[in-house]
């Protein structure tokens, strides 16, 4: 089974501030995927990466799959309380029917 | 679109009894996956299915049993619930594997005493 390994597992910032999340594995996937899921609701697709050295931005967020596509990173900037949930990150084999979830980032944010 | 529905939202159980979690999608999805979460912590991969007749297991299947009879719909089953079970069930889908986005259903939260 492969693993994905999620830093920091808590985060608490004020508005305004900028972050970054990381997703780390010794294995290498065909693609990585970002979720966002808030309290008492299912996880949403945020971005899915797919090139070593990719670089996908999302109005404030900006996301980077490793060269070796073993690692992925999530930056936000100027965070707002809107950015406040569990960011999950998500990795994929080649040619298999299911994808490893990480344990994920809880990020909140203070106005 | 309806997307991808759960039932029920919450269920209270006691040791030793037995209940069938529900999941259907409206997609048309081949791939569909049962995972848990644990409170603070991210999704467990229970089973999974690659299409209608065809279910494999995941990293945590012990406990739990499915099926897929249908394109649309695969039921969770759980037989003699134990407390490790309590936890939040989400079934997804997807139209393939890896790349593709996967689609949440709300969720079922679990209790077992």
């Known amino acids: 089974t492969q693993l994905l390994e999620q830093s920091p597992q808590f985060l608490s910032i004020q508005e305004g501030e900028n972050l970054t999340v990381y997703c780390n594995s010794s294995s290498v996937f065909s693609s990585l995927q970002w979720y966002r899921q808030e309290p008492g609701e299912g996880p949403v697709l945020l971005v899915t990466?797919?090139?070593?050295?990719e670089v996908k931005k999302l109005k404030r967020l900006t996301f980077q799959f490793g060269d070796a596509r073993k690692d992925s990173s999530l930056h936000i900037t100027a965070a707002q309380p809107g950015d406040t949930g569990l960011y999950l990150c998500a990795g994929a084999e080649a040619n298999a029917g299911k994808s490893t979830f990480g344990d994920g980032t809880t990020l909140t944010v203070k106005p | 679109n309806a997307g991808v529905t759960q039932t029920p939202k919450f269920r209270i159980l006691k040791i030793g009894q037995s209940m069938t979690l529900q999941c259907t999608q409206d997609m048309n999805h081949n791939y569909m996956y049962w995972y848990r979460q644990d409170p603070g912590m991210g999704l467990k991969l229970i089973y999974y299915s690659v299409g209608a007749g065809i279910t494999d297991k995941g990293e945590v299947p012990n406990g739990y049993n499915v099926s897929r009879s249908t394109t649309e719909d695969f039921p969770l089953r759980l037989e003699l619930a134990a407390p490790s079970q309590t936890s939040v069930y989400f079934c997804a889908s997807s139209y393939q594997s890896g790349a593709y986005e996967q689609y949440f259903g709300p969720g079922t939260r679990l209790t077992v005493t």
């Open positions: 990466v797919v090139t070593g050295g």
